[in-house]
């Protein structure tokens, strides 16, 4: 049955309010790592604040060893944690935004189809299998063009192998997370302040005066963006449109993320993708809608009257 009119508009602002943060996240991350802070100041921004103010739902839920074991505990942390954001904030240093929008959250349901199929033997639907083939298409043509075209850079095909290498860390923490059955909350719980306890004393160890010497208002718009909207309020909110459009209508919404963040580059950083990006964008957003089991059209016959 199909949500009131006002319970699905809930539900779609609610989703295209996650993905807009999450695409904002390659822009805002971008100006930042190229302008005064880099990628172990962001992890330590974004895990310092969202391990606080997450830790009571850690110390109320726990390890959760019986469901994941150590090595998936491990997994989880690198998946989504302080490695995950050292290597994809380190790749938008090299690369521009719209490719780490394409790239990592665009290629993540690719690499999740890929351990599922080989680890754990599951099954591809026609509609999933056209999905990744075209998000795979759509991935060739943004790395492969630079490289065949007068334009290739070793910066920038660099950051765009560290994208891809960041959405399979993310794909490993979705399918363990999965797995063991794990609710998002306590999911990025374990994640945040797993990553204060052993991320940060090695941030502060090795680089622990350089964020006193930044100016106070640009710390503290880095980490309540990092560490509240990104970590915490999109998930809120994209666990609100999943709860009210159902599985597969609140994850579509993650197709408008590659084409949001090229988008927000524009204007925000100057960077202009070319035709040959927007035709990659565009088939791994489609890819996207189509591996997440994004409603479909369906045309049905009239019906014949005698």
């Known amino acids: 049955m199909q949500p009131a009119s006002s ?4 539900g779609a602002v609610s989703g295209f309010a996650a993905v807009s943060i999450w695409a904002s996240w390659s822009v805002i991350t971008r100006l930042a790592v190229t302008t005064s802070l880099d990628a172990w100041d962001i992890a330590a921004l974004r895990f310092g604040v969202a ?12 390890l959760a060893r019986e469901r994941l074991g150590w090595p998936g505990l491990a997994v989880i942390i690198a998946g989504l944690g302080a490695p995950y954001a050292l290597v994809a904030a ?6 521009p935004a719209f490719d780490q929008g394409a790239l990592n959250p665009g290629c993540m349901p690719l690499f999740v189809a890929l351990i599922a199929a080989i680890i754990l033997g599951e099954k591809l639907s026609t509609a999933r299998t056209l999905g990744l083939s075209l998000i795979l298409v759509g991935a060739v043509i943004i790395v492969a063009w630079h490289a065949w075209s007068a334009a290739w850079s070793t910066s920038r095909t660099f950051g765009d192998a560290l994208f891809l290498f960041a959405a399979f860390l993310s794909a490993c923490f979705t399918v363990v997370m999965r797995q063991a059955k794990l609710e998002p909350l306590h999911a990025a719980a374990l ?6 306890v052993i991320y940060l004393p090695i941030y502060l160890a090795l680089y622990g005066t350089r964020l006193a010497q930044l100016p106070l208002a640009e710390i503290t718009v880095q980490a309540i963006f990092q560490g509240v909207l990104v970590t915490i309020v999109s998930l809120v909110l994209y666990g609100r449109a999943v709860a009210i459009l159902g599985a597969s209508g ?5 197709a408008l993320v590659p084409a949001l963040s090229a988008l927000f580059a524009i204007p925000l950083l100057g960077e202009w993708p070319n035709e040959t990006d927007w035709v990659g964008i565009v088939l791994i957003s489609a890819g996207v809608y189509l591996a997440s089991g994004g409603p479909l059209p369906s045309w049905k016959q009239p019906e014949s009257h005698p």
Not at 57 to 62: A, L, S
Not at 90 to 95: C, R, S
Not at 250 to 254: C, E, I, L, V
């Open 191 to 196: 994640v945040s302040t797993g990553s204060l």
């Open 7 to 10: 319970s699905y508009l809930t």
């Open 90 to 95: 380190g790749g938008l240093h090299f690369a």
């Open 51 to 62: 391990g606080l103010l997450l830790s009571p739902v850690f110390v109320q839920r726990g």
């Open 250 to 254: 609140g994850a579509a919404f993650g």
